[in-house]
């Protein structure tokens, strides 16, 4: 066999080591640079590196046997939907358990990662060295970076502006009057944090969601398996998306009812077409009058936040949770860069115009993102050593353009809408893909699409 191209793995979350241990089963050399202590990313709460989003009380909202890599299992005394503190061990276990560790270079963040015209990547990390690579795999996390109000409201106010990034836990909110803006998972957590603590809790929007409870029937509703033989059949990826979409919303119909009657608004769209907003407690809090619903901020006036309908209220702190920007801080931005958090890539992988960086985890999925990373790597391990080969050009840019169309077609119209994607539908496509490509690779007599070039240091 040639000498495999030798590839930088920038971050050690729970995708960079799903990515790292694919190199490492399939003899592709690598080095993982992270800027943390640890591994786990966002999932270890007050991460020296600053970066982590998690707060005291933050568990996962998909489930367990969802979020586990194919062959590491959690834990079974964890619970189904454990809290970080479980979360973030599980992934040291993984590190320890398949001999990974000897292979991170911890406090080591990347400054910046750029790709000579011979194809040799230069990494220069924290420190002042340069390496040199062949490739580079980024999973470097997209829930970081925070998204402020664009633009932001007029006026200003006297009290706390913060961001969903900077929340730490309930202390946070005690005895203060709270206005929480948005209406995905963080909004959902810390609207619920709040209405324990704060003297006044108020949930503003400016788009109503669906929200779908944790459990259905005593088992987490994405367990489809546990669901019975008719659920596990309708959830498979072979059947349309708008059969499936239609046994949900009955099923959310059946089991919780319409938004409005816990005073929430309406939602401008129908189940599946915004990321899902999972809480098996805020209809709870909003039921015992808890939390008050507002529609979307207009103005900050002082002490005081105005509404869309006209209303006023008193407030201590306002809460911005709307989102994340995905952002490569060591790529120039002219390079590679996701203006409007939008980076089109081939399956949510492959770069069309550059053939040796790949992304992992740069999805916002129906489901978690540990599996996918993991099949991701698998992948890009099997493309290293030209066990894969990409479809042509054109058939690749095709493709790229019907994901997007289909993808932009069924979901609102938001920042937060720009690489959705359907978690068994994925895993499904890219198992067929890997097939095809295999084949091709095969019939072309495995040639190695990223050449070892690169010396160790430079
Ligand atoms: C509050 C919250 C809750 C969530 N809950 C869920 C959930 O229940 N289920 C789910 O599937 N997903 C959830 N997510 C999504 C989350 O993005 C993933 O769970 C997961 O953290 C993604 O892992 P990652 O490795 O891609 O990114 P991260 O966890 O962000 O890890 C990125 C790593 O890269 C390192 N890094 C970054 N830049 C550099 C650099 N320049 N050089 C070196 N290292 C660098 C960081 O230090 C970090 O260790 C949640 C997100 C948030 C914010
Ligand atoms: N417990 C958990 O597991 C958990 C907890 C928190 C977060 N998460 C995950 O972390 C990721 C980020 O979640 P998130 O809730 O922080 O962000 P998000 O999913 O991007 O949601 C942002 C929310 O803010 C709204 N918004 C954005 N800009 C706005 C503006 N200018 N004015 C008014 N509203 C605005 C959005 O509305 P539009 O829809 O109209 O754009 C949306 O409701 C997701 O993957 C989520 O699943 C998980």
């Given at each position: ?5 030798r590839v930088?793995?920038?971050g ?27 591994v ?7 991460n ?19 979020m586990?890599?194919?062959?590491f ?5 964890f ?54 690579y062949?490739?580079?795999m ?41 206005v929480?803006?948005?209406m ?29 409870p ?6 987490p ?52 077409e915004?990321?899902?907003t ?31 309908d ?36 081939f ?8 053939p ?7 999805l ?11 099949a ?21 840019l ?9 993808m ?18 994925y ?5 067929r ?12 007599g ?13």
């Amino acid at each position: 066999m040639a000498t495999l191209p030798r590839v930088c793995v920038i971050g050690a979350g729970s995708s960079g080591i799903a990515g790292a241990k694919a190199l490492l089963e399939h003899g592709v050399p690598f080095d993982v640079y992270e800027k943390s202590d640890r591994v786990g990313g966002n999932w270890v709460f007050g991460n020296r590196n600053g970066m982590s989003s998690a707060y005291r009380t933050l568990h996962i909202n998909t489930s367990r046997e969802r979020m586990e890599y194919s062959d590491f299992p959690m834990p079974k005394d964890f619970p189904d939907f454990p809290h970080h503190s479980h979360i973030a061990r599980y992934f040291d276990d993984y590190v320890e358990h398949f001999g990974l560790r000897e292979h991170i270079r911890f406090e080591t963040g990347v400054e910046h990662a750029g790709r000579g015209e011979d194809g040799v990547w230069e990494v220069r990390v924290e420190g002042g060295d340069v390496h040199e690579y062949d490739a580079v795999m980024v999973a470097n996390g997209h829930h970081w970076d925070p998204r402020w109000p664009e633009p932001r409201f007029p006026g200003s106010f006297s009290g706390r502006e913060m961001h969903a990034h900077d929340y730490k836990g309930p202390e946070d909110f005690e005895g203060r009057r709270v206005v929480i803006l948005g209406m995905g998972n963080s909004a959902m957590d810390l609207a619920v944090d709040a209405s324990y603590v704060a003297s006044e809790t108020y949930l503003a929007a400016r788009r109503g969601a669906h929200v779908v409870p944790k459990y259905l029937a005593g088992k987490p509703i994405d367990q489809p398996w546990r669901h019975g033989r008719l659920a596990s059949l309708v959830a498979h990826p072979r059947v349309p998306w708008p059969v499936r979409q239609r046994l949900l919303e009955k099923t959310l119909a059946e089991h919780v009812g319409r938004m409005e009657d816990y005073g929430l608004p309406a939602p401008d769209h129908r189940i599946g077409e915004a990321h899902p907003t999972v809480s098996g407690r805020i209809l709870d809090r909003l039921a015992h009058g808890a939390i008050a619903p507002k529609p979307n901020l207009a103005e900050l006036r002082g002490d005081r936040v105005a509404f869309a309908d006209g209303s006023e209220v008193e407030a201590d702190v306002v809460v911005y949770c709307t989102g994340y920007k995905v952002t490569f801080p060591f790529f120039d931005e002219d390079f590679v860069s996701a203006p409007d958090n939008d980076l089109p890539l081939f399956r949510r992988v492959f770069h069309p115009e550059i053939p040796d960086v790949f992304f992992l985890a740069l999805l916002q999925p129906l489901g978690a993102t540990m599996p996918l990373a993991e099949a991701q790597g698998r992948w890009i391990a099997d493309y290293l050593r030209g066990e894969y080969a990409l479809p042509e050009r054109e058939a690749l840019l095709d493709d790229i353009r019907r994901e997007r169309e289909a993808m932009f077609k069924r979901y609102v119209r938001s920042k937060r809408h720009t690489m959705q994607i359907d978690y068994d539908q994925y895993l499904w496509d890219l198992e067929r893909e890997r097939r095809a490509g295999a084949a091709r690779a095969r019939d072309a007599g495995f040639p190695l699409p990223v050449p070892a070039r690169a010396g160790v240091a430079a």
